[in-house]
């Protein structure tokens, strides 16, 4: 009894020696349910009145070898395990994974070895991964954010100030100059505006050096057409008023031409009109010498004509 119980201790030795995990359990069972050996701090045996007595695993103090040899007991028992069986089962609310493997030699043992290994053995170090990756990432987004930060301001200053300038010339001061920029491309873009800035300066002092030009030249061409208007009008008041010379002298050629006929017939006939004139009125005086006291009705009709006035006024018919 000796000799096995020293030889069990070595195998609890050595399965404690495995150091499979920190809460991992390892250990040796027989057929029967006895326990052999286990990897844990609590002994597989028992001092009874100073007598050692095996241990029944499901008797163990160590609650995950109580647990497994329980649940082992109670769905197929240690006797029907003939080959590797894997299972989980949750021991004081953790998760274990358990391997069982039957080990037999030719000396007739039949042993059950029993490796549970917690949950968390597997998943420390992917847990530890995990929250090492999400401290990084959230490192990774501070510093970037940061940086991010810095290099919008950074970005955003020479924009700020080309925004500035920009404002300025819409405004009317052309006279504009942008700081260079300790950025490449913002520096090109400040070079770029500063020679658009000093281009339109000069296009715009031509302008408006072509604006006084224009307003001289257009002032001049209003001199001229003013000019040109009055000189126009001078013109067609001189047309308007040869028009009406000219019609005026086509009326009085007309008129004239018209009174010319008749005046041209009177004319010619006037000298038989006086000479029949001068010898009616010779006849009458004549008349007159012979008869110097004519009837009054002929009296009436000399009074009538006024013959004494004819008389006077043509007197050289009388003197015939």
């Not at 029944?56 to 240690?78: K, L, M, W, Y």
């Not at 924009?159 to 052309?174: K, V």
């Not at 008041?237 to 009085?252: D, W």
């Not at 006939?269 to 009054?296: G, M, R, S």
């Amino acid at each position: 009894m000796i000799a096995i119980g020293i030889h069990l201790l070595k195998l609890s030795d050595f399965l404690r020696s495995l150091n499979i995990s920190q809460s991992g359990q390892v250990f040796l069972v027989e057929r029967d349910g006895t326990l052999i050996a286990n990897s844990g701090t609590e002994m597989p045996f028992a001092l009874v009145n100073k007598e050692v007595q095996r241990l029944r695993a499901i008797d163990s103090p160590n609650p995950v070898i109580h647990t497994i040899a329980e649940h082992i007991q109670t769905t197929n028992g240690f006797q029907a395990i003939a080959q590797d069986t894997d299972f989980q089962l949750e021991i004081q609310g953790e998760q274990y994974f358990v391997h069982v493997v039957p080990w037999r030699d030719e000396y007739g043992l039949d042993w059950l070895l029993v490796v549970s290994v917690p949950e968390n053995t597997f998943m420390a170090q992917i847990n530890a991964n995990t929250r090492t990756t999400i401290a990084l990432c959230f490192a990774a987004l501070a510093i970037a954010s940061i940086m991010g930060i810095f290099t919008s301001r950074l970005i955003a200053r020479p924009i700020l100030r080309l925004n500035r300038a920009s404002e300025a010339m819409a405004s009317g001061n052309l006279d504009q100059t942008v700081e260079a920029s300790n950025i490449q491309e913002l520096n090109t873009l400040s070079n770029s505006f500063n020679h658009m800035t000093g281009r339109m300066s000069e296009l715009f002092t031509a302008l408006e050096h072509s604006k006084a030009e224009l307003e001289d030249r257009v002032e001049e061409r209003t001199v001229d057409l003013k000019n040109t208007l009055a000189e126009l009008q001078r013109t067609q008041a001189q047309v308007v008023q040869n028009e009406k010379m000219s019609s005026l002298g086509q009326l009085v050629a007309g008129v004239a031409h018209e009174i010319n006929n008749p005046v041209n017939f009177i004319h010619g006939n006037l000298a038989h009109v006086q000479e029949c004139t001068e010898d009616l009125l010779a006849f009458v005086q004549l008349y007159q010498q012979h008869n110097p006291h004519p009837a009054p009705e002929i009296q009436m009709a000399a009074e009538d004509i006024d013959l004494e006035f004819c008389r006077k006024t043509y007197p050289g018919c009388w003197l015939r």
